[in-house]
């Protein structure tokens, strides 16, 4: 095992940039949504609808209303920010197959025709992760660091996030909201640090 150095100030300026890029992406589409004839909103998902199916991707760039759009704003910037913190690759990662798994979700159990839109999914998706990836850390000294902004996460969110999931108002899709959770979860186990070959054939952990 190989002493790893701690990641220059350029490279955390980097990684914390992403979620910063991803807010400043929705809210340009905000703008231009505001500026331009029809809504956009006719991208989103549109249950049981093959054609409405290709808004998985685009439905978490799209917001109803302002308030709608301030309100996903800051726990992307956040949840988003310290999720961001684990690599560049990891944060378009987890927040891709966050918006996947929590679109089709919404897709698959919306009632049918129902339009969904917004990026609450992402969120709950890093909530989800941040949460998971406790249980998936590579060492014990890493997995107790994970678990102590877990459970700040936790108290911060936990929250909102349970009321999103088992009280949200009608017209909010919880299938979006649990399923982008469960998507964040994945996602930590999917990115989990694999065991590597140790020498004689023992399994070790990669550094």
Do not use: C, E, K
């Not at 560049?88 to 919306?110: D, E, H, K, P, Q």
Request: charged share 10%.
């Amino acid at each position: 095992m190989t002493d790893v150095p701690a990641p220059s100030r350029d490279n955390i300026l980097t990684r914390l940039a992403q979620p910063a890029v991803l807010v400043i992406a929705i809210w340009a589409i905000q703008v231009l949504d505001a500026i331009l004839p029809g809504s956009f909103s006719v991208l989103g998902i549109r249950s049981w609808s093959l054609t409405g199916s290709f808004g998985i991707l685009a439905a978490p760039l799209l917001h109803a209303s302002w308030a709608h759009l301030i309100s996903n704003t800051w726990p992307l910037l956040v949840m988003g920010g310290i999720a961001s913190l684990d690599g560049v690759r990891r944060f378009w990662s987890v927040t891709l197959l966050a918006a996947i798994v929590s679109g089709v979700g919404a897709w698959v159990f919306n009632a049918p025709g129902t339009l969904t839109i917004g990026a609450s999914g992402v969120v709950f998706g890093y909530f989800g992760y941040l949460l998971a990836r406790a249980f998936v850390a590579p060492s014990l000294g890493r997995g107790i660091v994970y678990a102590i902004v877990a459970v700040v996460v936790a108290i911060a969110y936990g929250g909102v996030m349970l009321t999103g999931i088992f009280g949200a108002a009608q017209g909010v899709s919880w299938q979006a909201h649990l399923f982008g959770a469960v998507g964040g979860a994945l996602a930590a186990w999917i990115l989990r640090p694999r065991r590597a070959q140790a020498p004689g054939g023992r399994p070790g952990r990669r550094p």
